[in-house]
């Protein structure tokens, strides 16, 4: 999967003076699944109609597989692309649009019968060739809609929140059906959603966005576990920020020193660094006394009655959710603090002092963007 099906390099793109793209640039390489996650108007679905010919970059330029095909049409790009709204013909059969691309390329009548079938096959909907789309529940019409786009064997299959009006259950199945063709296919997908479950269910990579650029690219476990930006912390996940000063760096692990509240003492707590990291405190591009931000995922904070380590907190609402239990504290100038585990816990109230804190390995230096 080394090979680079799709390159974006310098995508600048604007709407009435308003910048949309700020020169985002990417590889996307041969059978990836490749997944643009982040909220609603941060560029996502303009980069992905960039890619499909739909939208022409002000700045910038696309290649597929090694051919620049900034300036070409829609119909000369070998992509296709999968709506939210399946956008199904409403007056043809299943058979007739699953077979629409195959006509018009004048296909032998036995071969479109040919691959049709194994389509229906692919989608697991065999024996629905004569049924209509109004016939069809949602998950059915999603399905239709990917067997329409991938019948031609496109290069990319471009996916534009695909799953969204489907309800939570028939959402998480076709998670699992839509990784299951992209394998058996090897085509490419990109992949845009605001939902982080989707994201890291499915995908080989993440690209997290926020304004316009590129927060970061990764797996999901480096997103989820390494963020890199406060943004891409939050966004992916439960996770507290923490502000403070660099106190101490030892043994791979930064100090950093943060005021609780305004009645509580000064801590440090701590956050393990990147190899990355490490070097910059080596040149001196962090160093002591300076102000950091950092990142620490709600499951892995640990709360305790007593014995004061960590930071002296106060509780002041918990709730429970799909087997989740969250309290939230109070960390007056740092904010509110979430804390997470699975199951209900007595232990804590509405008004209780509690202390927090984390192994050095579950805190991470974030850039502040």
């Given at each position: 999967?080394?090979?680079?099906?799709?390159?974006?390099?310098?995508?600048?793109?604007?709407?009435?003076?308003?910048?949309?793209?700020?020169?985002?640039?990417l590889s996307i390489r041969q059978g990836e699944?490749?997944?643009?996650?982040?909220?609603?108007?941060?560029?996502?679905?303009?980069?992905?109609?960039?890619?499909?010919?739909?939208?022409?970059?002000?700045?910038?330029?696309?290649?597929?597989?090694?051919?620049?095909?900034?300036?070409?049409?829609?119909?000369?790009?070998?992509?296709?692309?999968?709506?939210?709204?399946?956008?199904?013909?409403?007056?043809?059969?299943?058979?007739?649009?699953?077979?629409?691309?195959?006509?018009?390329?004048?296909?032998?009548?036995?071969?479109?019968?040919?691959?049709?079938?194994?389509?229906?096959?692919?989608?697991?909907?065999?024996?629905?060739?004569?049924?209509?789309?109004?016939?069809?529940?949602g998950g059915q019409k999603q399905r239709v809609?990917?067997?329409?786009?991938?019948?031609?064997?496109?290069?990319?299959?471009?996916?534009?929140?695909?799953?969204?009006?489907?309800?939570?259950?028939?959402?998480?199945?076709?998670?699992?059906?839509?990784?299951?063709?992209?394998?058996?296919?090897?085509?490419?997908?990109?992949?845009?959603?605001?939902?982080?479950?989707?994201?890291?269910?499915?995908?080989?990579?993440?690209?997290?966005?926020?304004?316009?650029?590129?927060?970061?690219?990764?797996?999901?476990?480096?997103?989820?576990?390494?963020?890199?930006?406060?943004?891409?912390?939050?966004?992916?996940?439960?996770?507290?920020?923490?502000?403070?000063?660099?106190?101490?760096?030892?043994?791979?692990?930064?100090?950093?020193?943060?005021?609780?509240?305004?009645?509580?003492?000064?801590?440090?707590?701590?956050?393990?660094?990147?190899?990355?990291?490490?070097?910059?405190?080596?040149?001196?591009?962090?160093?002591?006394?300076?102000?950091?931000?950092?990142?620490?995922?709600?499951?892995?904070?640990?709360?305790?009655?007593?014995?004061?380590?960590?930071?002296?907190?106060?509780?002041?609402?918990?709730?429970?959710?799909?087997?989740?239990?969250?309290?939230?504290?109070?960390?007056?100038?740092?904010?509110?603090?979430?804390?997470?585990?699975?199951?209900?816990?007595?232990?804590?109230?509405?008004?209780?002092?509690?202390?927090?804190?984390?192994?050095?390995?579950?805190?991470?230096?974030?850039?502040?963007?």
């Open positions: 999967m080394a090979e680079q099906i799709l390159e974006l390099d310098g995508i600048k793109k604007s709407f009435d003076k308003v910048q949309v793209l700020r020169g985002i640039s699944f490749i997944t643009f996650l982040g909220a609603s108007g941060c560029g996502k679905t303009t980069t992905l109609r960039i890619i499909a010919g739909l939208e022409t970059p002000d700045e910038g330029k696309v290649f597929l597989n090694g051919k620049d095909v900034t300036a070409l049409e829609p119909n000369q790009r070998n992509v296709n692309t999968v709506f939210q709204n399946y956008a199904l013909f409403p007056h043809m059969n299943v058979f007739s649009n699953i077979a629409y691309g195959l006509k018009l390329k004048k296909l032998p009548k036995k071969e479109i019968v040919r691959k049709v079938g194994e389509m229906l096959e692919l989608v697991q909907l065999p024996g629905y060739e004569k049924r209509m789309p109004f016939e069809l529940s809609a990917i067997a329409r786009a991938v019948v031609n064997n496109p290069q990319v299959l471009l996916l534009d929140e695909p799953l969204g009006a489907l309800d939570l259950q028939l959402r998480r199945q076709m998670q699992v059906e839509l990784k299951r063709i992209q394998k058996r296919l090897k085509i490419t997908f990109v992949y845009i959603t605001h939902d982080q479950e989707e994201a890291l269910n499915m995908s080989d990579r993440i690209v997290v966005m926020d304004n316009g650029k590129l927060e970061q690219v990764g797996t999901p476990d480096e997103v989820y576990y390494h963020p890199k930006t406060s943004y891409a912390a939050r966004f992916v996940g439960t996770a507290n920020i923490l502000s403070g000063r660099l106190k101490k760096v030892e043994g791979g692990v930064a100090w950093v020193e943060v005021s609780c509240c305004p009645q509580g003492p000064t801590v440090l707590v701590p956050a393990a660094l990147s190899k990355a990291q490490a070097e910059q405190v080596r040149l001196g591009q962090i160093g002591q006394g300076q102000q950091v931000a950092m990142a620490v995922r709600s499951e892995n904070v640990r709360l305790e009655k007593e014995g004061g380590r960590g930071l002296r907190l106060l509780v002041t609402e918990k709730n429970f959710a799909g087997g989740m239990l969250r309290v939230f504290l109070d960390a007056g100038a740092l904010g509110e603090l979430v804390s997470s585990r699975q199951g209900m816990d007595p232990t804590f109230q509405a008004g209780d002092v509690a202390f927090a804190h984390w192994a050095p390995e579950h805190g991470v230096l974030v850039d502040t963007g």
